[in-house]
């Protein structure tokens, strides 16, 4: 870092004017030379040190999208309406905010925090939390829930055991005592992630249309006002840096100090924004994350009428010894910065009083067009705010097809040693069953209030998250988020959009109706030509089916650099869905129930196709630890009808799961252990062999019960929607028992108590 104390010249403006030669650390803050002589050219001299250290964590892989915004630009070419309304915010802003109806927005995004999350489990993890629920309260909105999507090492990896707990700790500690409920994610274990864990967070929050609030600083005199918990030494650099390199084998490179988070002053700066928002003194608003004061004041400036000037000294500090340029980069978290009208200050100040909230005028709008910032009276920063928070580099790195693709995808998992006899089948089901993606995750969830607040509809272990929105009409909203990275490395373009379908099924097998997405597009390093054909061919996909779904981009994430040495972990888009739902009493379980009378038990059916499609399936990399061929077939449309039939399907049908991670097998034993009852089904009419029958992992299908005597019914309404239906049998009993069709002499059965030990059991015992 650039030093300032008592003993040096401070470097101000006028000192880089007369003092062109001297040498700056650029290349130690990340920058490249071409980048600092184009920061020199902009300004006419060499930056300060102050203005160094600003373009430094602004220009960062992390913060300015310099290697991906020209794949993340085709995103403005989906039509910004969703299939109930219309978008109020998008692309651009803090988070993607969406009209529900009733006067009712929501707002959504998710965001990643991996770097610092392996650096220091508990805090990466918690401050992740913190910094998405942030990007929500900006919106104007109150945040509902929040939502995890992890990725780790091998379970039985000493790494793992040392990230896992503290990740979840800190997701779980952080969300608990800002009272939101945690309704849903994902927990992933692949090789990859080993020494490079994937940390996703994501918050939902609500508001009503009038009370939507913009990140700009617009109205010259008006002044800014930063406000919450004081500035200190941690996390300087931070995530701006630390996501923005490729870590090592020994661990990264460069270690800036993560930031500590205090979800107690979170919760504080929570209400009291909401008192200012509804006191309507708030002309401007933008939350302290990446980048600190560096990314909030030339954000505010820039997308408002250009020019701010700040006292940095106003600055309250933990630590009185910070030097300008590292109050600049800091990321301490709990910060918030406020454009106010001068008649409005006196009330403002008074609400932040009232939260005991320190809130401090740092600043005015100004009509300059520049971010000019003193330090005891000496100019210290003297830029177009613009070229600090926009216009920073834009590269357009190579990328092409790897020479490896041709032979990973001819290497068809559809050609491994499969089970064929009965007593292989149950082997096979109860190995799968065990593993440690399809396991229980209740260890990890049970750390997680999934209630608080009286809201939550649906949680884990159902295949979305629902949250009641309006108590009185019961209005409310489902998330889901999904991704299989193994898909993706086979094909990057199918598997983002089977991260897509997958989060949309799951939304819509509660009953919602799919709105828009939110993605946290995981990659390595964007220097690798692979890893850049990966990226782009990811956006692609992405962006076509979004067309052809109907449903914009709201927003979402970029993280690069994810890799350890040379070895990247699997391309891992994750997407998000958020959608609507009229009725939250009318949503749709997800496991089936016992049933009494004369008739005992419920018809289930399988909607939907189901070929030999075991490439990147759970199966081939469980059994054989195998990855090669191709993945899954993508149909949209036939993902839509899926969607559109279960929603129309919403009081029919008595319970739905979707069928993705393997296969029908894993939906049979989800929804039979979710009340403890069980089932009994005959695949003779889904595909000749009852191997792929249970573990191909064809998309768009889904797995449902319904009366027994709306059976009719619900095969009517399947075929108005053009969605194929299979009766595969009766629910009841106290065994999951299976047979290939009357004519097989194929079949086996599994007592629900074993299914459930063995379910249950395997994170247990690998963290205890």
């Not at 392996?118 to 945040?143: N, S």
């Not at 084998?249 to 930031?259: L, T």
């Not at 509809?457 to 489902?478: F, I």
């Not at 052809?548 to 972990?569: F, H, K, M, R």
């Amino acid at each position: 870092m650039p030093e300032t104390s008592a003993a040096t010249t401070l470097d101000t403006v006028a000192v880089a004017a007369t003092d062109p030669g001297r040498e700056q650390p650029w290349a130690d803050l990340g920058l490249k030379a071409d980048e600092y002589d184009e920061i020199r050219t902009i300004l006419g001299r060499r930056p300060t040190s102050s203005e160094l250290a600003m373009y430094s964590v602004m220009w960062s892989e992390h913060c300015s999208y310099k290697s991906t915004k020209v794949h993340l630009k085709q995103f403005g070419e989906i039509p910004q309406t969703t299939p109930v309304g219309k978008m109020l915010a998008g692309i651009g802003e803090n988070a993607g905010v969406l009209d529900i109806g009733q006067g009712y927005a929501v707002t959504f995004k998710v965001e990643s925090h991996n770097h610092p999350s392996y650096v220091e489990p508990y805090q990466g993890a918690a401050t992740g939390v913190g910094g998405i629920v942030r990007d929500i309260l900006a919106m104007g909105a109150r945040p509902v829930a929040v939502m995890d999507p992890l990725r780790f090492g091998p379970l039985d990896a000493p790494d793992t055991r040392r990230v896992l707990p503290g990740i979840v700790a800190g997701v779980g500690g952080y969300g608990n005592m800002l009272g939101l409920p945690n309704i849903g994610g994902e927990a992933v274990f692949d090789a990859t992630y080993l020494g490079n864990p994937l940390v996703n967070a994501l918050c939902v929050g609500v508001l009503r249309h009038e009370d939507l609030h913009l990140a700009k600083a617009s109205g010259a005199g008006n002044q800014v006002i930063l406000y919450g918990a004081r500035t200190g030494g941690d996390g300087i650099g931070g995530v701006s840096v630390l996501a923005s390199e490729t870590f090592s084998e020994d661990g990264p490179a460069k270690r800036p100090s993560v930031q500590v988070g205090d979800p107690f002053m979170e919760k504080l700066l929570i209400e009291c924004t909401l008192e200012l928002f509804a006191a309507g003194i708030v002309a401007g608003i933008q939350d302290l994350g990446g980048a600190g004061l560096s990314c909030a004041t030339s954000e505010l400036a820039s997308a408002g009428d250009g020019g701010m000037h700040v006292e940095l000294d106003r600055v309250p500090l933990r630590d009185s010894s910070l030097a300008p340029e590292e109050i600049l980069m800091s990321e301490s978290q709990e910060r918030m910065m406020a454009v106010v009208e001068p008649d409005d200050v006196a009330t403002f100040l008074g609400i932040c009083a009232k939260w005991d909230v320190e809130a401090v005028v740092i600043g005015e709008v100004t009509d300059t067009g520049r971010l000019e910032i003193d330090w005891h009276g000496e100019r210290v920063v003297d830029v177009p705010p613009r070229s600090v928070a926009h216009d920073g580099p834009t590269y357009e790195r190579p990328f092409a097809r790897p020479s490896w693709q041709d032979a990973l995808q001819a290497d068809a998992a559809e050609d491994l040693p499969r089970p064929s006899t009965a007593e292989e089948l149950r082997a096979t089901l109860m190995a799968m069953v065990g593993s440690p993606n399809l396991c229980d995750k209740s260890w990890i969830t049970d750390q997680y209030d999934r209630y608080v607040r009286g809201n939550t509809v649906l949680s884990q272990p159902s295949d979305s998250g629902m949250v009641r929105v309006d108590e009185g009409t019961n209005l409310g909203v489902a998330v889901a988020t999904d991704c299989n990275g193994r898909f993706a490395k086979l094909d990057p373009y199918t598997g983002a959009q089977l991260a897509l379908a997958e989060s949309y099924r799951n939304v819509a097998t509660g009953g919602a109706v799919p709105l828009a997405i939110s993605d946290c597009l995981n990659f390595g390093s964007p220097e690798d030509p692979d890893v850049m054909w990966q990226f782009a061919e990811a956006c692609r996909g992405l962006k076509d089916a979004c067309l052809e779904l109907g449903i914009p981009v709201t927003g979402g994430n970029v993280s690069l650099y994810n890799q350890t040495g040379e070895t990247a972990i699997l391309p891992t888009p994750v997407v998000a869905v958020l959608g609507v739902i009229d009725d939250v009493t009318r949503r749709t379980p997800t496991g089936w129930r016992s049933v009494e009378g004369e008739d005992p038990g419920e018809t289930v059916v399988l909607l939907g196709h189901t070929g030999e499609e075991l490439s990147g399936s759970e199966w081939a990399h469980v059994m054989h630890g195998h990855l090669g061929g191709v993945p899954p077939v993508v149909d949209l449309g036939a993902e839509r009808a899926l969607a559109q039939m279960l929603h129309a399907a919403v009081g029919l049908v008595t319970s739905a799961h979707d069928l993705s991670d393997g296969g029908l097998a894993q939906a049979l034993v989800e929804s039979s252990l979710r009340h403890m009852c069980g089932v009994t089904v005959s695949l003779g009419s889904v595909v000749e062999d009852p191997f792929v029958a249970l573990f191909s992992e064809s998309a768009a299908g889904g797995l449902d019960t319904v009366p027994h005597d709306d059976v009719d019914a619900l095969i009517e309404l399947a075929a108005e929607h053009g969605v194929p239906v299979t009766e595969l049998g009766t629910t009841g009993g106290d065994l999951l028992t299976v047979s290939g069709g009357e004519d097989s002499g194929l079949a086996f059965d599994v007592n629900l108590l074993e299914l459930r030990s063995t379910w249950m059991k395997t994170l247990p015992l690998a963290l205890a």
